[in-house]
T-cell receptor, first 116, second 114 residues
Framework: QQQVKQSPQSLIVQKGGISIINCAYE??????FPWYQQFPGKGPALLIA?????SEKKEGRFTISFNKSAKQFSLHIMDSQPGDSATYFC???????????????FGQGTILTVHP | NAGVTQTPKFQVLKTGQSMTLQCAQD?????MSWYRQDPGMGLRLIHY???????DQGEVPNGYNVSRSTTEDFPLRLLSAAPSQTSVYFC?????????????FGNGTRLTVT
């Protein structure tokens, strides 16, 4: 059972364009939604994260939009650069009690390619 | 700091063989976990530990054992390798008490079972 569904599976964007990756979740107990970025041969690394008490969070060119009623969240990469080419994973966790114990439920991943 | 170190980077096993994937972290993190990454499946949690001597199962624990005798080390044992265990394995660590502290991942072990 895939509790976090991510789309698209792959995405090709021209340099300077906007990359948009979408995720939907089922478990209403999820209360923490991070995005991880993974380069080939490396482990994933935290990019940006959001809690459900806000609808948007922006860090530089990266923005998370969150829609609690629809149980959806998305990553927007503005002014996409070739260096952004990587695999992106959305994730979710339930932090009841103040911690998730390091357990995340990941989406399927999106391979982003930014052409120069 | 080295962060999270995984060895080996690559491994080929024959069906039925056993092996241990090593994971060590030097950040004094309490939480450690093992994930497997498969195409189209994302990362799935195998086992996790909230401290030395304490482990629990994740989403896909069958065929794997773990132990946590020290804070630093969290090895993953494959008891009798099967082709379905062909995957990339990632170890991660994190620290409680800092809100939602990020997972720090190693660079993975690519395992092929023939």
């Amino acid at each position: 059972q895939q509790q976090v569904k991510q789309s698209p599976q792959s995405l090709i964007v021209q340099k300077g364009g906007i990359s948009i990756i979408n995720c939907a979740y089922e478990n209403t107990a999820f209360d923490y939604f991070p995005w991880y970025q993974q380069f080939p041969g490396k482990g994933p690394a935290l990019l940006i994260a959001i809690r459900p008490d806000v609808s948007e969070k922006k860090e530089g060119r990266f923005t998370i939009s969150f829609n609690k009623s629809a149980k959806q969240f998305s990553l927007h990469i503005m002014d996409s650069q070739p260096g952004d080419s990587a695999t992106y994973f959305c994730a979710a966790s339930n932090n009841a009690g103040g911690t998730s114990y390091g357990k995340l439920t990941f989406g399927q991943g999106t391979i982003l390619t930014v052409h120069p | 700091n080295a962060g999270v170190t995984q060895t080996p980077k690559f491994q080929v096993l024959k069906t039925g063989q056993s092996m241990t994937l090593q994971c060590a972290q030097d950040m004094n993190h309490e939480y450690m976990s093992w994930y497997r990454q498969d195409p189209g499946m994302g990362l799935r949690l195998i086992h996790y530990s909230v401290g030395a001597g304490i482990t629990d199962q994740g989403e896909v624990p069958n065929g794997y054992n773990v132990s946590r005798s020290t804070t630093e080390d969290f090895p993953l044992r494959l008891l009798s390798a099967a082709p379905s265990q062909t995957s990339v394995y990632f170890c991660a660590s994190s620290q409680p008490g800092q809100g939602n502290s990020p997972l720090h991942f190693g660079n993975g072990t690519r395992l092929t079972v023939t």
